[in-house]
């Protein structure tokens, strides 16, 4: 028997999908700043500062009042629930100082993970029951997107047929009821780092999860005009060697995407991952030159491979601002001529450019 159901109404639709392709629009990609407070209070140690929602927000300030030019190469911010209610030391929201840069301001809504009962060791993503009302409420704010992160592990029995139902049936939730309020959802189905398998593993389990994952959508009635993917780029586990090239990369992951991901998605903005910054950059690059098809947007959605050299430079020092700026300015840029196969090895060379950012089970 079959089951009625209309599309989103033809305003709902213009809307959605004119937001997500000025997400993606050519040169451009999106910052993530998302991290949760525990994620971010390691970061704030390090540099020798206490995790204090003040100390959370002069960090943020710091990444948001840089130079206008940041949105030459950065169309979007994802924001944590507590930086959409903070303000400058001037009092101007920060929801207002992007939007004034015309950088769309999103959200992290998962409310991140739980073990999955009867797996190995896997997870599951929560934070539906209060979605909708959460996201009613972050758009009356002025957030316009929104994004949320399910893992999956590369191990000797995983990822389980169990996952990846449970991941694309909980991703097509949260793109539903996103859009029923109005925000583009951003589908985040990231295959993790960690391990010792081949690149060729990895393609197979992300082609087999991105499968999934846009036959739930489908089930769901999600219109794929007005969502973003946000995948894992197709690379060998952190612990194989040796390390794939970047046109490797390039090949296994569009390859990849090509068998999973409709046409009528207009981008695809790559997490890190644990990459360097210039790995990150030159991979992205290599993406976007390979001879391919490539129906879609393809461009970056980075924290830690923005941001390593950002954090290095500031040191929590009010003096280093400045010259912290800087760096984001200039790793947004290598990303944004990545984004257009335009960028070359090393230049633009950054103060933490080189250095992993690969930790193992990483909190946002």
Not at 3 to 27: C, D, H, M, N, W
Not at 272 to 289: D, F, H, M, R, V
Not at 292 to 305: D, M, Q
Request: aromatic content about 6%.
């Amino acid at each position: 028997m079959t089951t009625y159901f209309s599309y989103p109404t033809p305003e709902l639709q213009a809307e959605l999908k004119r937001t997500a392709e000025a997400i993606v629009a050519p040169g451009k990609g999106i910052l993530a700043v998302d991290e949760a407070n525990d994620g971010i209070g390691k970061l704030l140690a390090a540099v020798g500062l206490d995790n204090t929602e003040n100390n959370r927000r002069r960090y943020r300030q710091l990444l948001f009042t840089s130079d206008k030019s940041l949105s030459d190469h950065v169309s979007a911010v994802i924001l944590f629930d507590e930086t959409v209610y903070q303000k400058t030391d001037d009092g101007q929201s920060f929801i207002e100082v992007l939007q004034k840069k015309n950088i769309i301001p999103g959200i992290k809504v998962d409310r991140d993970v739980v073990p999955l009962f009867l797996s190995e060791d896997e997870v599951t993503t929560q934070g539906l029951d209060d979605l909708a009302a959460r996201c009613a409420e972050y758009k009356k704010q002025g957030c316009r997107f929104a994004k949320w992160r399910c893992p999956l592990k590369i191990g000797s029995h995983t990822p389980s047929v169990q996952a990846i139902n449970d991941t694309a049936q909980v991703l097509a939730r949260y793109a539903s009821i996103c859009q029923s309020q109005g925000l583009v959802p951003i589908v985040e189905p990231d295959v993790l780092l960690e391990g010792d398998h081949d690149i060729v593993r990895t393609q197979k389990v992300t082609e087999v999860a991105l499968a999934a994952v846009y036959k739930a959508l489908n089930d769901h009635h999600v219109f794929l005009e007005g969502t973003l993917l946000k995948p894992n780029m197709v690379t060998p586990g952190q612990g194989y060697k040796p390390k794939s090239t970047p046109e490797e990369i390039a090949v296994a992951t569009v390859t990849a995407l090509l068998r999973g991901v409709p046409a009528a998605v207009p981008g695809i903005a790559f997490l890190s991952g644990g990459q360097s910054e210039e790995e990150a950059t030159l991979n992205l690059n290599a993406i976007n030159k390979v001879q391919l098809k490539k129906p879609w947007t393809l461009t970056f959605s980075y924290g830690r491979a923005l941001q390593a050299s950002v954090w290095k430079t500031w040191a929590g020092k009010d003096e280093n601002v400045k010259k912290a700026q800087a760096e984001l300015l200039k790793r947004a840029k290598a990303n944004g001529l990545a984004s257009l196969g335009k960028y070359e090895a090393g230049l633009l060379a950054s103060a933490a450019g080189d250095s992993s950012n690969f930790s193992t089970n990483h909190k946002y």
